[in-house]
């Protein structure tokens, strides 16, 4: 578990065919300021808000392996660049933001990120699929990053970003026309299923 509280911008340089029958491969991910001494093989690093494992560290650098069906279920991890990483929950850890699972449900599209001051106006489209979990000042995960929505109209969904976020999360680099990757709330997904049960049920 995540709580999508950005610990560094990290940066994608190498992408490997794993060449293992199953069109897998290996990202080699610069992590910046990211604190790597406490992460061991096989431990979970989220990067633009995918849950990935460990599977290799030198010095600044860990390697994480991703299928086809998470490249394509995605965005941001396909070409170099940069990325938001977060290590996994401890059961210590403060809950800055909210319970992220690292598990992307669609991709979603910028429409606007409007200057409103030091501040921006971020205007995303989401599937249509998704539009029922999203609510007016419910919780969202947008590229890994915790975030607050202000409206919601259909299957778009407004979000203010302060300065700091701007600053220390990929956000920053959005535009009209960008795509992200969008988890939705927790709680909404497991009231729609004890919600689900108790309809069929009668």
Do not use: W
């Amino acid at each position: 578990m995540f709580s999508g509280i950005i610990a560094a911008i990290g940066e994608i340089t190498a992408i490997t065919p794993r060449h293992d029958g199953a069109e897998t491969v290996r990202l080699t991910i610069d992590g910046g300021e990211l604190e790597l001494a406490d992460v061991a093989l096989g431990d979970s690093i989220a990067c633009n808000g995918v849950c990935l494992t460990v599977v290799d560290q030198q010095d600044r650098c860990f390697f994480v392996d991703v299928s086809p069906e998470s490249l394509a279920c995605t965005v941001g991890l396909a070409a170099p660049g940069p990325v938001n990483l977060e290590k996994a929950l401890r059961l210590a850890d403060r809950l800055g933001g909210h319970l992220v699972s690292g598990h992307v449900d669609g991709i979603g599209e910028v429409l606007r990120f409007d200057a409103v001051g030091d501040n921006r106006l971020l205007a995303i489209r989401a599937p249509q699929t998704l539009a029922r979990y999203i609510a007016r000042k419910g919780s969202i995960t947008v590229d890994g990053v915790s975030l607050t929505t202000n409206s919601v109209e259909g299957n778009c969904f407004t979000i203010n970003l302060i300065p700091h976020t701007l600053a220390a999360t990929t956000l920053g680099r959005l535009q009209p026309g960008s795509r992200v990757n969008l988890e939705i709330d927790l709680i909404a997904r497991y009231c729609e299923r004890l919600l689900g049960v108790s309809d069929n049920a009668k």
